[in-house]
């Protein structure tokens, strides 16, 4: 255990002594407080518009009913805020195991006492941990479209809870490609390419038959981030989740075998 909780602490000291860890930490706040408050202007406009009946056809203080918080500001932030983490957690997952593998530290990691898959764990348990981190710090403008807009507490929990989800399995897809290579750059790309597929699968609809239609929509992260933006918790989405980064964390231990094989 003592190994186990050496590794955690050095690999946190490691994510909070690089740079590009503060530097995600910051895109994600700032990206968000930006496509919040451009949203809330819009929809500050609309509300004069209509209050000042210029648009017609309205009377006087008359709002539309989907003219609203809740899909005018909230569902806007969310869906851009999802694809934004596309971009950003591959930023800090890339170095975690391909800095090791161009130092020649991974070798002796796998020395020590720890076993390779306590190494995954302490890994992921750490990046995991960023990214919980990461997702509080830029849910504070949602939460508040949410308050306003009186959606209720327990929609909250459901959308920070598919927030984080969705941040858990990109880091987790990002970890897994900085297993395979010496290369963060390399890292990088693969995780953004692989988290830019997997968002969403619409645009394959028309060459695909059906059967294969429906199954590119249980596989994607984008169907399943949506359903807890909308307040819908289910087992089928948990357990998606929970999938991606257990293959993930799979795949990452056998990049430990396949290299001692290899070597």
């Known amino acids: 255990m003592r190994p186990l909780l050496a590794l955690i602490r050095k690999e946190i ?3 909070f002594g690089s740079p590009m860890a503060y530097l995600a ?5 700032l990206v968000t407080g930006l496509i919040f408050f451009d949203h809330l202007r819009l929809y500050n406009q609309i509300l004069f518009l209509y209050a000042s009946s210029t648009l017609g056809g309205f009377e006087t203080d008359t709002i539309p009913d989907y003219i609203n918080l809740r899909d005018t500001v909230f569902f806007p932030v969310m869906e851009t805020l999802g694809i934004t983490l ?3 957690v591959p930023l800090v997952t890339m170095r ?3 800095e090791e593998r161009a130092r020649g530290t991974d070798e002796f990691l796998v020395t020590t006492h720890l076993s390779a898959g306590q190494i995954v764990l302490a890994k992921f348990a750490v990046a995991y941990f960023f990214v919980t981190l990461m997702m509080v710090a830029s849910f504070v403008y949602p939460a508040l479209a949410i308050q306003q807009g009186g959606i209720g507490a327990q929609h909250l929990l459901a959308v920070f809870l598919g927030l984080l989800l969705h941040a858990v399995a990109l880091a987790s897809i990002g970890l897994a490609c ?3 290579t010496s290369s963060q750059l390399i890292a990088a790309i693969a995780g953004w390419a692989i988290g830019f597929v997997l968002w969403d699968f619409n645009w394959v609809a028309p060459f695909v038959g059906e059967t294969t239609s429906k199954f590119l929509d249980t596989i994607s992260l984008h169907l399943r981030y949506g359903s807890f933006a909308e ?3 289910n087992l089928a989405n948990l357990a998606y989740f929970l999938a991606v980064a257990m293959v993930a964390a ?3 231990r056998f990049s430990f075998d396949w290299r001692r094989v290899a070597g």
Do not use: K
Request: no cysteine.
């Open 25 to 29: 930490l910051t895109l994600v706040v």
């Open 86 to 88: 596309i971009g950003v």
């Open 96 to 98: 975690v195991f391909a």
């Open 13 to 15: 000291a490691v994510l």
């Open 178 to 180: 900085s297993a395979f």
């Open 250 to 252: 799979a795949v990452a």
């Open 231 to 233: 307040g819908i918790v």
